[in-house]
């Protein structure tokens, strides 16, 4: 699913795990543990067995450190470490790849290449597409290792190569055996196809068999965006209304903040016309951040996405003159980045459009949209509004088509595809 598009999934994304592959066809390579201790083994499949099943937090960190007790050389042991601590375990990636240096060779590489999107911050950042091509080269040698095929499936579904993605998950399910995560992926593939309810039913089907204390960000999201499709926001928000409330029972808010969360509650608010009700929960989830062990650099752009919500709110609202001095807040931020805050500036652009639109300059809204993620269906759809209204009905259309035509499938798409696809059909 789009983690976005990748935000709040890298800490799972990096955590992907793999089980004995019983289903595996004989002879196809797999990753080899360069650890000799049989408990140390054991836990990782048991760690493995819960990230697969939802079960992350507290009791997932502490089984994590298990395993690098059982075997303090063990690589892949540290490795899992700090995937399961998220932003706040790159002490712990560290010591992996160092003693990646002497582990078997796919561990070794394995190490190595998840290292390129820890921190990743934006779904357009480049390391995301060398980390896929380092993946692909992976699974060609070691065909039978199920933990690529899962990771690849899940950078591929953020990349929008939603074809690549369901290839990637058939292939963990030819290996095995079946997981939760995995079912829960290839549903997106009916929400694609605009088969909402079996969609619906999937991710239902597989959320009553999961264990007491799992937390299935695919599962709720899944259910919300199969609502917001059939036009219910009220249906969508409750789904992610009992995944919050399913992340703070399972001590998820300790790693990272449940401010994601709020963002989505937000914009399905927003786009749907609560507007008091969206400015409230972008600033409760920002609540949760000052005080969570993010880095300064990423609280600090966590500040920048809260300007951005409050920013396209007070548009909605009509109270432009103010959303304007929120957006050069932004702009001064990015400024103030330097190299690392040029990657922001799509982010503005389309902040910058959203407001010219909301204002009524379709002209300008255009030229700011046309600079805005071209990837992301919804500044898609926004960018199409603005040409329909400015009176450049064929770019208008053809912008429309590439809203249907996408396969990022994400809150934006779900937000932007039902309108699109009206347009095309008017």
Known sequence: MNTRRTLPLVGALVAAATFATAGDPAGAPRFTWSTKSADAKQQLKELQSRIESFQFGPSTIELAQKIVAADPEFAMGHYYVAATQGVSGQPAYDKAASLAKNASEGERR????????????????????????????????????????????????????AEKAHAAFERCEQIGPSSPRVRSFLANDDLLKGQYARARATFEHVEAALPAGAAPFAVRYGIAFSHLY??????????????????????????????????????????????????????????SVPGSSLPDDQKKIWEGRLLHGRCRTLAKMGKHAEAWAVAEQVKKMIEEGGEQGKQFWPAYNYLAGYLKLEAGDATAAAEYLEKADPDDPFQTLLLARAY??????????????RVVASENNGLDRALSFVEAKRKLAS
């Not at 703070?248 to 401010?259: K, W, Y």
């Open 110 to 161: 394995f190490i190595e290449v998840m290292g390129g999107i820890r921190n990743v911050q934006t779904a357009n950042d480049p390391r995301i597409a060398e980390t896929i091509g380092k993946l692909e080269t992976l699974a060609k040698d070691y065909p039978g290792e199920r933990l690529v095929q899962v990771v690849l499936g899940q950078l591929y579904q953020g990349a929008n190569q």
């Open 388 to 401: 329909e209204k400015a009176g450049r009905g064929a770019d208008a259309q053809k912008a429309y088509a």
């Open 230 to 287: 059939e036009g219910h926001p009220d249906a969508a928000v409750k789904s992610l209304e009992a995944y919050l409330a399913e992340y703070r029972e399972a001590g998820l808010n300790q790693g990272f903040p449940e401010v994601f969360i709020w963002n989505s509650i937000a914009r399905i608010k927003l786009e749907s016309g609560g507007l008091e009700e969206a400015m409230k929960a972008y600033d409760k989830g920002y609540e």
